[in-house]
């Protein structure tokens, strides 16, 4: 079975800091693993996906076989960044961590 | 792009009342979901479907049903609901196959008095 675990459910930063949210996964196969983000009044929307290596909005997310993680990055943190992030994991049948709001102040 | 539609962004509902959430998909999506969305907890899978009449249990299907009778429709219904059903509940499809994600509608705010 698998199982996202994101230990953190605040974030709180200032603009311009360095921002990582926490991803953990438990998987029997291959990961597959997504960040999603959600910003205020608007739906939810894929972010990034472990396969496809790429940077968006400043974000970047490696996967971590041996710490098992897919923590996500961002070098310098802007007040738009302010969101709810969820990890999810798996086209099967996707599972959710928790989420983490993050909060970047101005 | 996709776009997943769900009827209704608010409903307000008694409890013991028959209550159906409609989602629909313009993208030929093998695969739709429907979650629920509580603070602290995420989302909680309860229901999903692979194919036409098929149907699966989530993590949370006490007290839920679903009905796909047409590809590019998946319909929650809630036999009889109580208030601790008071949920946002998201609908969300995706093509299917390994490392698809999902492309989610804009929600249902559901209120059970």
């Known amino acids: 079975a698998q199982r996202v675990t994101q230990p953190e459910k605040l974030l709180s930063v200032f603009k311009g800091a360095p921002v990582e949210l926490k991803c953990n996964y438990s998987?029997?196969?291959?990961?597959?693993l997504f960040w999603y983000v959600q910003y205020s009044r608007q739906r939810l929307q894929l972010l990034l996906r472990?396969?496809s290596r790429e940077s968006i909005k400043g974000f970047t997310a490696d996967l971590n076989k041996g710490e098992t993680s897919f923590h996500l990055k961002k070098p310098f943190a802007q007040e738009e960044d302010s969101a709810m992030y969820y990890c999810?994991?798996?086209?099967?049948?996707?599972?959710f961590g928790r989420g983490t709001s993050l909060i970047v102040h101005p | 792009d996709v776009k997943v539609t769900q009827s209704s962004r608010y409903l307000v509902k008694r409890t013991g009342e028959k209550v159906f959430l409609e989602c629909v998909q313009d993208m030929d999506h093998e695969n739709m979901f429907w979650y629920r969305q509580d603070p602290g907890l995420g989302l909680r899978l309860i229901y999903f479907s692979y194919d036409v009449k098929m149907k699966e249990k989530g993590d949370i299907p006490e007290g839920y049903s679903v009905s796909r009778e047409k590809k590019e429709r998946f319909s929650l219904i809630l036999e009889s609901a109580s208030t601790n059903q008071t949920s946002m509940y998201l609908c969300?499809?995706?093509?299917?196959?390994?490392?698809?994600?999902?492309?989610f509608g804009n929600g249902t705010r559901l209120t059970v008095t």
């Open positions: 472990h396969i």
């Open positions: 969300a499809s995706s093509l299917g196959g390994n490392n698809s994600p999902l492309h």
């Open positions: 999810g994991g798996g086209s099967y049948i996707p599972t």
């Open positions: 998987y029997s196969g291959s990961p597959e």
